[in-house]
């Protein structure tokens, strides 16, 4: 019973809350979310439907078909990475698996030797190099490239192509190798752009499938990738530097390049190139760092040395490249300076004697030679390279 002069609010029931005809949604004026009269005026709208007719807020009825979901895309993409598993990384199960599988999908066999009639080692050097600098642009994840390398070997060990195709296989890898380690993969129309549209999209679609097909579905190889983790994380000396994975990682990229690793087991490549990686950063002893490998990995410590060794050659060789192209460059710059400074040099000095004609004519015919201003200045000398 309600007192006198107070006003009974009835109780808002399911069912006028969902009419039959459709939802009841209250006007623009009365929604508004944040506001201080929301729940006022929310209880004042929602009313019971034998109250309806009485009540002064206005209702609109609306059917399903009228509603609309909106999403919202944010342009930008987010780099963030979540971060490693403890479990994982540090159960011993997950390094025995990964050694235990990692010959199921390695590259048979040298497809250089018999399958491969048109294709030379240099051609996988060129176009392998040329994959990483794509990775490199579009910042794909460090585990795309050497992934995408893995598809581009087995491939060619299942079927004999044209080196015209060569192009074209790599970006198949790694439009799928993309789609495989990437929240984002890279599409087509990129893919297409970084051959300066030699490559068409319909073409990377349909040999998409022609690569699937001979890799016979088996698409999540393991790389020397996978190791690194698992390996920093048992070795007391893998935490203590922050950049020895980021040269680790930078190590297997450059011998995924290098047609004499092709046949070389993950687990052997990862351990070889954290060496390396240790030695150029004077992390630990050489003697911790072999025993801390080979008991992870159980690979012999001469044969890690061994591979140390070419890892390091193939480095002071790609350092030595890069020097020499940056004088070849620094060369060339200098050169088109010389010859831009000497071809306007020589315009001066062809057009000197048409300033000279003019100017003596415009005295002979204005006035007396002292009244004239020369418009060559006499310290100018014209001289051609």
């Known amino acids: 019973m309600a007192p006198q002069g107070a006003t009974a609010t009835a109780v808002p029931s399911t069912a006028a809350m969902t009419p039959a005809n459709g939802l009841t949604a209250t006007s623009p004026a009365s929604t508004s979310i944040g506001s201080s009269s929301s ?13 309806s007719s009485s009540s002064n807020s206005t209702t609109t009825h609306f059917g399903l078909s009228e509603l609309s979901c909106e999403e919202i895309i944010y342009e930008e993409v987010d780099n963030r990475f979540a971060e490693p598993d403890r479990h994982m990384i540090t159960d011993d199960r997950v390094i025995q698996n990964l ?16 399958v491969q009639q048109d294709i030379k080692p240099n051609m996988r050097k060129i176009v392998t190099t040329w994959m990483l600098e794509v990775c490199d642009e579009q910042k794909c994840e460090e585990q795309t490239f050497p992934l995408a390398v893995n598809f581009f070997d087995r491939f060619l060990c299942a079927l004999p192509i044209d080196r015209y195709h060569l192009q074209l296989l790599g970006c198949c890898t790694l439009l799928l190798a993309s789609k495989i380690r990437q929240c984002q993969p890279l599409t087509v129309d990129v893919l297409s752009a970084y051959t300066d549209h030699a490559v068409s999209p319909d073409q990377i679609r349909n040999w998409e499938l022609l690569l699937i097909s001979k890799l016979e579905w088996n698409i999540n190889a393991v790389t020397a990738y996978d190791y690194v983790d698992h390996i920093l994380e ?20 450059v011998c995924n390049t290098e047609t004499i690793f092709m046949q070389v087991e993950p687990s052997l490549l990862a351990v070889s190139c954290i060496a390396s990686a240790t030695r150029g950063l004077n992390v630990s002893t050489k ?6 490998l080979c008991r992870v990995t159980m690979h012999d410590l001469e044969k890690i040395d061994v591979i140390v060794k070419i890892i390091e050659e193939i480095v002071a060789r790609e350092i030595a490249d890069k020097q020499c192209q940056q004088q070849q460059q ?11 400074a000497g071809s306007s040099c020589k315009e001066q000095f062809q057009q000197a004697p048409q300033k000279l004609s003019a100017a003596s004519a415009n005295s002979n015919s204005s006035g007396p030679p002292q009244q004239q201003q020369p418009e060559t200045p006499t310290d100018v000398q014209f001289i051609y390279f």
């Open 287 to 292: 003697l911790a760092v072999g025993y801390d």
């Open 234 to 253: 048992r070795a007391k000396w893998g935490s203590d530097d922050a950049r020895l994975r980021e040269h680790a990682h930078t190590l297997i990229h």
């Open 99 to 114: 050694i235990r599988l990692e010959r199921l999908t390695m590259p048979p066999c040298n497809y250089f030797a018999g």
């Open 330 to 340: 620094q060369a060339a710059q200098q050169q088109a300076q010389l010859a831009a």
């Open 39 to 51: 729940s006022s005026s929310s209880a004042s709208s929602f009313s019971s439907s034998s109250s």
